[in-house]
């Protein structure tokens, strides 16, 4: 196994872990297991970030290109809108 597909594979399980903990955290009633259940996501997010960033470093991972000034009021007045019934 590469170096490349290595770090995709740790990044995809780190995803994974995160979506897991925002399920978890608010159906959570015990106050000390939710706020340990936040500090290890934070945790997994400060070692997403890392992988992220060896990613881009050596090119394993290129970013969709930013959106456009265009597309960002495009988006905002659809989401902005009253809901149509």
Do not use: W
Not at 31 to 59: G, P, T, V, W
Not at 67 to 81: F, G, N, P
């Amino acid at each position: 196994m590469n170096d490349k597909t290595m770090v995709s594979d740790a990044l995809v399980g780190v995803n994974g872990e995160l979506k897991m903990f925002g399920d978890m955290i608010p159906q959570t009633e015990n106050k000390e297991l939710k706020q340990c259940l936040k500090q290890i996501r934070n945790d997994c997010e400060m070692s997403q970030e890392k992988l992220y960033e060896l990613a881009r470093e050596k090119s394993y991972y290129v970013p969709a290109q930013k959106a456009t000034q265009e597309e960002i009021s495009h988006v905002k007045s659809i989401l902005t809108q009253p809901a149509m019934r």
